[in-house]
Nanobody, 114 residues
């Protein structure tokens, strides 16, 4: 069974940066495609970014292009995905979730506020 654990969230001022991490463990016998979603208060879950199994193909939601970047580290079967977020805005405040192969992490809170 696949387990996903996110980390790296926190409170940041507008214009600041954060890097989120998601580490997969359990059934990771092969590298897997991974995704980031987010859910703001009172809103539905929103796609943020995805990356394929070897990291060669990435996709970032249009509204976040130029500010967010997704990457991964597969060395030593690490299966860790990152989300580098820059020029953060108050509307980026949300719980950020990692998703892969139908599994979800517990989420990490990102709050952008002065």
């Amino acid at each position: 069974q696949l387990q996903l654990v996110e980390s790296g969230g926190g409170l940041v001022q507008p214009g600041g940066s954060l890097r989120l991490s998601c580490t997969a463990s359990g059934d990771t016998s092969s590298n897997i495609g991974m995704n980031w979603f987010r859910q703001a208060p009172g809103k539905g879950r929103e796609f943020v970014a995805s990356i394929n199994s070897d990291g060669g193909t990435t996709l970032v939601a249009d509204s976040m292009k130029g500010r967010f970047a997704v990457s991964r580290d597969n060395a030593n079967a690490k299966n860790t995905m990152y989300l580098q977020m820059s020029d953060l805005k108050p509307e980026d405040t949300a719980v950020y979730y990692c998703n892969a192969r139908g599994a979800w992490g517990q989420g990490t809170q990102v709050t952008v506020s002065s």
